[in-house]
């Protein structure tokens, strides 16, 4: 049984983050906190910490894949030129 969008969330963040720090008219920005804590659970999700100690299961494929392409998507879109 699986349900959730954390997928999804982890690439928007990374999309959100790779914008906020290399181009200064996106609109939003991420406190450095906000980095921090989503980088540090998708590490404590990765060492099986959680399953070990909760019997919780985590789609730590979906987490990398979501922000690995919200990362990419974020790349594209800077190395796009200025169509405005």
Do not use: D, K
């Not at 804590?37 to 999700?45: E, K, M, Q, V």
Request: aromatic residues 14%; proline residues 5%; positive net charge.
């Amino acid at each position: 049984v699986f349900g959730g969008l954390s997928g999804v969330l982890y690439g928007l963040f990374g999309f959100t983050w790779i914008q906020s720090r290399f181009n200064p008219r996106f609109g939003i920005i991420l406190p450095p906190q906000v980095v921090y804590i989503l980088l540090g659970w998708f590490i404590i999700c990765w060492t099986g910490l959680l399953e070990t100690l909760f019997n919780v299961h985590v789609a730590n494929t979906a987490h990398t894949a979501g922000l690995i392409s919200g990362i990419c998507l974020a790349g594209i879109s800077l190395s796009r030129p200025n169509r405005h």
